[in-house]
């Protein structure tokens, strides 16, 4: 059954009437509350101001804006001595480009120089669609989370996001967030807890026999997923594991313990993603069966959001085909 | 007109002798390191220290210091000579350098040591740096200066061009480029390994004040430094020309000690050439 004390949409298991909105636009309306939270906050762009909804704070705070072309390592060390001058930069380009270029900028001068560079990667899985692999990050959590003092977080939802966003503009430090580019629903309210760190259930039951991991949109089709396999006698828990780093791993573990089989599901590449994440620290803690979900091993393509989430098994009947191998090899 | 007075200028002159003498001293010392940027450098950064910037040893993080950044982050050795010159710490600490723990990292780490302002070693990152704090100091409307120091090769990465780009089109007059035009790098000299010339000419194709100046100048140096503040509504780049290796005659101009430190034997040669200033005077009375 839905958490109740996670406060979520009453309609949740009714997905035609959710509101539907893109993560990126919990960006573009997150970091103009910051902006008006906090005069230091500034947007720097590398030429896709519209598609990253960075022009919402340009239009707000045009002399906050700082646009740089497209040159994505200047992007980043640029941010790096913003905030060396004490700026709370937030840096916006697609996942792809930043971090996916920059990625040693960010190392040096943002993370071992220890800035609060807020690196902000748009259009992050194989959900951007049409545009083809080039531009669908599949790597982008497994680069940022290896990096120490690096904050990891991928929002379920355009509310959650934009939670994300103005927690992030409070947080010492570097934080990166993914968003994506496709419309998904809206299951969060305003009164869903968000702390940075904190996982939380989605979805419970007594004794659940498979703990469902997961972050950023998939969050909802793994609550759908549970949904339809509780009908079917199968319990489970799901997690809304957004941080991936720092990981919430009391609850982690405890969940896992609990269950004593894992699934984790992210629109990324499996190895070194959210999954690799909940693995390493479970491999310490409660080693159990687990499944993961996401992309494995290979590069996206053009198509439409929902031809490519099945394609690469990423849809509701992907993860519960996954429930139902942990399921088995936990039995096995 | 000169900036500097006669006795100014022979006081700069004679500490960069010292501060060449204590570099090689802790290169030695290390074990491992580079010799010929940093030799080459000690002029610039004695100027830089007890002459252009407006800073405070006491009070490092001062609000209104100007601010140096370092780029090319190897040849940190002589900004550590300078900075326990001018008392950021004291020069015993400079025997650190190097060794585990120390705060005097191979290459600058600012978080072990905020006065050095950013963290650098990986090339082309400095220019982008210094045009970030240069931008919001002018949003903030402060009136320090933010200098950069750069090596002449790492205008071989595209990094230093996107930052070189927005500074000329955000006319960063706030900002001054110091470029070390050695013409050495790891693989050679540059223009062998990849030319970087006409280098004055692809500055200000980029919208930057460019001067040409002899790095081992003081006159020179300091000013070009006082011109650039006069230039509006554009950065000012100095291509300091400058000896590899300057005031070790034997490895001056040679590219094989880009990065490599002086053994026991080799010290002691280098020590008394700086300290005869290569033969002409007689061995000052500390050797």
């Given at each position: 059954m839905?958490?109740?004390?996670a406060?979520?949409a009453?309609?949740?298991?009714a997905?035609?009437t959710?509101?539907?909105s893109?993560?990126?636009?919990?960006?573009?309306?997150?970091v103009v509350?910051?902006?008006d939270?906090?005069?230091?906050v500034?947007?720097?762009?590398?030429?896709?101001?519209?598609s990253t909804?960075?022009?919402?704070?340009?239009e707000?705070f045009p002399?906050?804006?700082?646009?740089?072309?497209v040159a994505e390592?200047?992007l980043a060390a640029?941010?790096?001595?913003?905030?060396?001058?004490?700026?709370?930069?937030?840096?916006?380009?697609?996942?792809?480009?930043?971090?996916?270029?920059n990625w040693?900028?960010?190392r040096?001068?943002?993370?071992?120089?220890e800035?609060?560079?807020k690196?902000?990667?748009?259009?992050?899985g194989?959900?951007?669609?049409?545009?083809?692999?080039?531009?669908?990050?599949?790597?982008?959590?497994?680069?940022?989370?290896?990096?120490?003092?690096?904050t990891?977080?991928?929002?379920c939802?355009?509310?959650?996001?934009r939670?994300?966003v103005?927690?992030a503009?409070?947080t010492d430090?570097?934080?990166?967030i993914?968003?994506h580019r496709a419309?998904?629903p809206?299951?969060?309210?305003?009164?869903?807890?968000?702390?940075i760190?904190?996982?939380?259930?989605v979805?419970?039951?007594d004794?659940?026999?498979v703990?469902?991991?997961?972050?950023g949109?998939?969050v909802?089709e793994?609550?759908?997923?549970a949904a339809?396999?509780?009908?079917?006698?199968?319990?489970t828990?799901?997690?809304n594991n957004h941080?991936?780093?720092p990981?919430?791993?009391?609850?982690?573990?405890?969940?896992?313990?609990?269950?004593?089989a894992?699934?984790?599901?992210?629109?990324?590449?499996?190895?070194g993603?959210m999954g690799?994440?909940?693995a390493?620290?479970?491999m310490?803690n409660?080693?159990?069966?687990?499944?993961t979900v996401?992309v494995h091993?290979?590069?996206g393509?053009s198509?439409?959001?929902?031809?490519?989430?099945?394609?690469?098994g990423?849809?509701v009947?992907?993860i519960?085909?996954?429930?139902r191998?942990?399921?088995?090899?936990?039995?096995? | 007109?000169?900036?500097?007075?006669e006795?100014?200028r022979?006081?700069?002159?004679k500490?960069?002798?010292?501060?060449?003498?204590a570099?090689v001293d802790?290169?030695?010392?290390?074990?491992?390191?580079?010799t010929?940027g940093?030799?080459?450098?000690?002029?610039i950064f004695?100027a830089?220290?007890?002459?252009v910037l407006?800073?405070d040893?006491?009070n490092?993080?001062?609000?209104?210091?100007?601010?140096l950044?370092?780029s090319?982050?190897?040849?940190?050795?002589?900004?550590y000579?300078?900075?326990?010159?001018?008392?950021?710490?004291?020069?015993e600490e400079l025997?650190t350098?190097r060794?585990?723990?120390s705060?005097?990292?191979?290459?600058?780490?600012?978080?072990?040591?905020?006065?050095?302002e950013t963290?650098?070693?990986?090339?082309?990152?400095?220019?982008?740096q210094a045009?970030?704090i240069?931008?919001?100091a002018?949003?903030?409307?402060?009136?320090?200066r933010?200098?950069?120091?750069?090596?002449?090769?790492?205008?071989?990465?595209?990094?230093?061009?996107e930052?070189?780009?927005?500074?000329?089109?955000?006319?960063l007059?706030?900002l001054?480029?110091i470029?070390?035009?050695?013409?050495i790098?790891?693989?050679g000299?540059?223009?062998?390994?990849?030319?970087?010339?006409?280098l004055r000419?692809?500055y200000?194709?980029?919208?930057?004040?460019?001067?040409d100046?002899?790095?081992?100048?003081?006159?020179?140096?300091?000013s070009a430094v006082?011109?650039?503040k006069a230039?509006?509504?554009?950065?000012?780049?100095?291509?300091?020309?400058?000896i590899?290796?300057k005031?070790?005659k034997?490895i001056e101009?040679?590219?094989?000690?880009?990065g490599?430190?002086?053994?026991?034997e080799e010290?002691?040669?280098?020590?008394r050439?700086?300290?005869t200033?290569?033969?002409?005077?007689e061995?000052?009375?500390?050797?």
């Amino acid at each position: 059954m839905v958490n109740e004390n996670a406060h979520l949409a009453s309609a949740i298991l009714a997905p035609d009437t959710l509101e539907q909105s893109a993560t990126r636009d919990g960006f573009g309306m997150g970091v103009v509350a910051a902006g008006d939270a906090d005069p230091r906050v500034v947007v720097l762009c590398a030429d896709l101001a519209e598609s990253t909804r960075s022009h919402w704070f340009r239009e707000k705070f045009p002399e906050r804006y700082v646009e740089v072309g497209v040159a994505e390592q200047n992007l980043a060390a640029l941010a790096a001595g913003m905030a060396a001058a004490g700026k709370i930069p937030f840096i916006a380009s697609y996942a792809a480009f930043s971090p996916g270029r920059n990625w040693e900028q960010i190392r040096t001068t943002v993370c071992l120089n220890e800035m609060p560079v807020k690196v902000m990667g748009m259009h992050a899985g194989v959900s951007v669609g049409p545009d083809g692999a080039t531009h669908q990050a599949l790597e982008d959590i497994a680069i940022m989370r290896v990096l120490p003092r690096m904050t990891v977080i991928a929002p379920c939802d355009a509310l959650e996001a934009r939670k994300a966003v103005e927690a992030a503009a409070k947080t010492d430090g570097p934080v990166y967030i993914r968003f994506h580019r496709a419309k998904t629903p809206v299951f969060t309210t305003r009164a869903t807890p968000f702390a940075i760190g904190k996982a939380y259930l989605v979805w419970e039951s007594d004794n659940p026999e498979v703990a469902v991991f997961a972050c950023g949109p998939l969050v909802y089709e793994a609550v759908r997923a549970a949904a339809e396999l509780a009908h079917e006698g199968i319990d489970t828990v799901v997690v809304n594991n957004h941080t991936v780093k720092p990981m919430d791993e009391p609850l982690v573990i405890e969940v896992a313990r609990r269950a004593g089989a894992v699934v984790t599901v992210e629109e990324h590449q499996v190895s070194g993603g959210m999954g690799g994440a909940v693995a390493e620290v479970l491999m310490h803690n409660a080693p159990v069966p687990l499944v993961t979900v996401g992309v494995h091993d290979q590069f996206g393509q053009s198509g439409t959001p929902e031809e490519l989430m099945r394609h690469y098994g990423m849809d509701v009947a992907s993860i519960k085909e996954a429930i139902r191998a942990a399921l088995a090899r936990k039995e096995g | 007109m000169a900036y500097l007075t006669e006795k100014k200028r022979i006081e700069l002159e004679k500490k960069a002798n010292e501060m060449r003498i204590a570099l090689v001293d802790i290169l030695e010392d290390a074990g491992s390191g580079h010799t010929a940027g940093p030799l080459g450098m000690a002029d610039i950064f004695t100027a830089l220290y007890f002459h252009v910037l407006e800073h405070d040893p006491a009070n490092p993080l001062w609000e209104d210091r100007d601010r140096l950044i370092l780029s090319n982050g190897h040849i940190v050795p002589i900004r550590y000579v300078a900075m326990a010159f001018a008392g950021y710490f004291p020069r015993e600490e400079l025997r650190t350098l190097r060794k585990f723990g120390s705060r005097l990292q191979g290459h600058p780490e600012r978080t072990r040591l905020p006065a050095l302002e950013t963290t650098s070693g990986p090339l082309g990152e400095g220019m982008s740096q210094a045009a970030g704090i240069a931008y919001a100091a002018r949003m903030d409307s402060k009136k320090f200066r933010t200098y950069v120091v750069l090596s002449d090769a790492e205008h071989q990465a595209g990094n230093t061009w996107e930052g070189a780009m927005f500074a000329g089109a955000n006319k960063l007059s706030n900002l001054t480029a110091i470029i070390d035009r050695n013409n050495i790098q790891i693989n050679g000299m540059t223009e062998d390994v990849m030319p970087l010339e006409p280098l004055r000419e692809k500055y200000e194709a980029f919208n930057w004040h460019v001067m040409d100046v002899d790095g081992h100048n003081m006159d020179a140096f300091v000013s070009a430094v006082e011109e650039a503040k006069a230039i509006y509504e554009r950065p000012t780049a100095i291509i300091a020309h400058t000896i590899p290796g300057k005031g070790v005659k034997e490895i001056e101009f040679d590219y094989t000690w880009h990065g490599k430190p002086p053994s026991k034997e080799e010290e002691e040669r280098f020590l008394r050439a700086l300290r005869t200033l290569g033969g002409k005077i007689e061995a000052s009375h500390h050797e």
